[in-house]
């Protein structure tokens, strides 16, 4: 008796070989002429030859079975859902933490893509390291990552996490002090891990629009602040920069927009005082990204 996957593929083969499959139904038409059991038998099994004989010349050569039923869980959705990560932070109740620029940005991020693409945008979703549902997420979002206090057991969740495909993406932390703080972070969770710039000849800045400039995106109080000074955290803070970590076979795991904004970018898209160039540069980076993650 045939597999269920076994009659997928010949039905699937027979359909894109219509000259073979007229061919037999023509054998098959005289057989019945001749009223022959027998006949009508060879004609299926002419069939059957054909298909198999025919098939190690597809896609299959060299890819090991696998079963007809997926041991894993269903993804629920084909929809790409942003995921905000929830952590721990070193100062409960401080302005700076996991809920900063939330739901507006994660909110505003999702219509703005339903609206501007054709990706199908689910709803926003707060993710818990310890929920399981994180491994749906292709991206992971981390807001003031500075502000980190990663246990064992969330930094083993973490790689787990980005050695089964995952990506994640630290935004909104300024100077020299909340770069190192968050490197402390990283490396509990990818001991020594090798942290290198990249500039905007990378694919990343050019997976759904190009980027020909890293622009220094700044919060809502500054940007509307026209005397002030327009980065944080002092001269260290003043340049906009884009860090990666990648596995062993050179994928992005961990990306690190540092001495930008784009939250804020994005939770002040409907402001009409706020600079509609940064949330729009926030828009296309934001979206590069999620195009990335999801194709790498």
């Excluded at 700076?96 to 990706?119: A, E, F, G």
């Excluded at 495909?165 to 968050?182: L, P, R, T, V």
């Excluded at 890293?214 to 003043?238: H, M, Y």
């Excluded at 906009?240 to 540092?258: E, N, Q, S, T, Y």
Aim: aromatic share 12%.
């Amino acid at each position: 008796m045939l597999s269920l996957s076994l009659l997928i593929r010949f039905e699937r083969f027979t359909k894109r070989n219509q000259s073979a499959a007229s061919q037999v139904l023509d054998l098959s038409k005289v057989c019945l002429k001749m009223r022959s059991r027998l006949a009508l038998r060879i004609a299926v099994i002419l069939q059957l030859t054909w298909f198999l004989a025919a098939a190690p010349l597809g896609t299959d050569v060299g890819v090991r079975a696998v079963p007809d039923k997926s041991t894993a869980t269903p993804i629920r959705s084909s929809r790409f859902n942003f995921g905000r990560l929830r952590y721990r932070g070193g100062v409960p109740g401080y302005i700076k933490n996991w809920y900063t620029d939330y739901p507006n940005m994660d909110t505003h991020l999702s219509r703005l893509m339903q609206r501007l693409t054709n990706i199908d945008v689910g709803d926003p979703a707060v993710v818990d390291l310890a929920d399981p549902g994180i491994f749906n997420y292709p991206l992971i979002y981390t807001v003031e990552p500075e502000q980190m206090v990663l246990s064992q057991g969330d930094a083993e969740i973490l790689r787990e996490y980005l050695a089964r495909g995952g990506m994640w993406f630290a935004d909104d932390f300024h100077g020299d002090d909340e770069f190192d703080q968050f490197v402390a972070q990283i490396n509990r969770v990818i001991p020594h891990a090798k942290i290198v710039e990249l500039d905007t000849t990378h694919p990343l800045f050019h997976a759904a629009y190009d980027i020909d400039t890293i622009v220094q995106v700044t919060n809502d109080a500054i940007a509307k602040c026209l005397e002030c000074d327009q980065w944080e955290n002092g001269p260290s803070g003043k340049i906009p920069k884009v860090f990666a970590v990648h596995d062993d076979r050179g994928r992005i795991i961990i990306l690190m927009a540092w001495n930008t904004d784009l939250g804020d970018g994005l939770e002040w898209a409907d402001d009409p005082a706020y600079p509609a160039y940064y949330s729009t540069y926030a828009f296309k980076f934001v979206t590069n990204l999620i195009v990335y993650s999801m194709t790498h």
